[in-house]
T-cell receptor, first 118, second 115 residues
C-alpha cells in the first residue's frame, strides 16, 4: 500500500544534540512538507519542497534544516539552534504536478514523530 | 492575522447527538480551497473533504455534512448521530492558489464523544 513512513515514532534528545527525522513516501508525489504541531497551535509549516534538490522555508524554519536528494525522501534535521524542539512533527506529501493548481492538492500525512528534549 | 479560525477548542457530546464544528476563514483570493482533516489519537491526519471557492453546494457523506457559505466565510462541519469513533481532533485548512503550496491550518477542535 502506498503511503508515508515517518521514523522514529518517538525520539528523545539531549539539549545541544542534532536529530534527524526520516520521511519516506512511495506515492510518487512531487511535493513534500514538514509541519510542527504544538498543543493549541495547530500545524505550522517548517519547510516544503516541490521538486528534488529544491526546498523553501515555511513559517518557522529557524533551527531546522532539510534536504531533498531523492523524490521519495525528505528528512528533517532539528538542530541545536532550535530553542524549543519538543513537539510532534508531521510529514506530508501532495501530487503537485500542475503548478497552476497547487491549491487543489490534497495532503497525505505520515503518522508523525514525537520529539522530546530532555 | 489568523487565516483560519476554529473558535471551539474542545467539544464533548453524548453518543448519538449531532455536533457542528465551526470554521471561519479569511482570504482575499477569489480562487481558494478549503479542507477538513481528522486527527485520531494515532496522530495521522486523515483527509475528509476538499471544496473549491466556486462550489458552494453543501455536501453530505454518510453521517458527515459540510456547509460552505462564502457570504460569512465559513465552512462548517456537522456530524450526525455521533459515535465514539468520531472522537478526534478536527482541523479546517485553507489553500490559496496564489500562495502556491501554502496550507493554512486552524488550531483544531478536539471532539470527545461520550458513550
Amino acid at each position: 500500500d502506498g503511503g508515508i513512513t515517518q521514523s522514529p515514532k518517538y525520539l528523545f534528545r539531549k539539549e545541544g544534540q542534532n536529530v534527524t527525522l526520516s520521511c519516506e513516501q512511495n506515492l510518487n508525489h512531487d511535493a513534500m512538507y514538514w509541519y510542527r504541531q504544538d498543543p493549541g497551535q495547530g500545524l505550522r509549516l517548517i519547510y516544503y519542497s516541490q521538486i528534488v534538490n529544491d526546498f523553501q522555508k515555511g513559517d518557522i524554519a529557524e533551527g531546522y534544516s532539510v534536504s531533498r536528494e531523492k523524490k521519495e525522501s525528505f528528512p528533517l534535521t532539528v538542530t541545536s539552534a532550535q530553542k524549543n524542539p519538543t513537539a510532534f512533527y508531521l510529514c506530508a506529501s501532495s501530487i503537485d504536478r500542475d503548478r497552476g493548481l497547487t491549491g487543489a492538492n490534497v495532503l497525505t500525512f505520515g503518522a508523525g514523530s514525537r520529539l522530546t528534549v530532555l | 492575522a489568523q487565516k483560519v479560525t476554529q473558535a471551539q477548542t474542545e467539544i464533548s457530546v453524548v453518543e448519538k447527538e449531532d455536533v457542528t464544528l465551526d470554521c471561519v476563514y479569511e482570504t482575499r483570493d477569489t480562487t481558494y480551497y478549503l479542507f477538513w482533516y481528522k486527527q485520531p489519537p494515532s496522530g495521522e491526519l486523515v483527509f475528509l473533504i476538499r471544496r473549491n471557492s466556486f462550489d458552494e453546494q453543501n455536501e453530505i457523506s454518510g453521517r458527515y455534512s459540510w456547509n460552505f457559505q462564502k457570504s460569512t466565510s465559513s465552512f462548517n462541519f456537522t456530524i450526525t448521530a455521533s459515535q465514539v469513533v468520531d472522537s478526534a481532533v478536527y482541523f479546517c485548512a485553507l489553500s490559496e492558489v496564489n500562495t502556491g503550496n501554502q496550507f493554512y491550518f486552524g488550531t483544531g477542535t478536539s471532539l470527545t464523544v461520550i458513550p
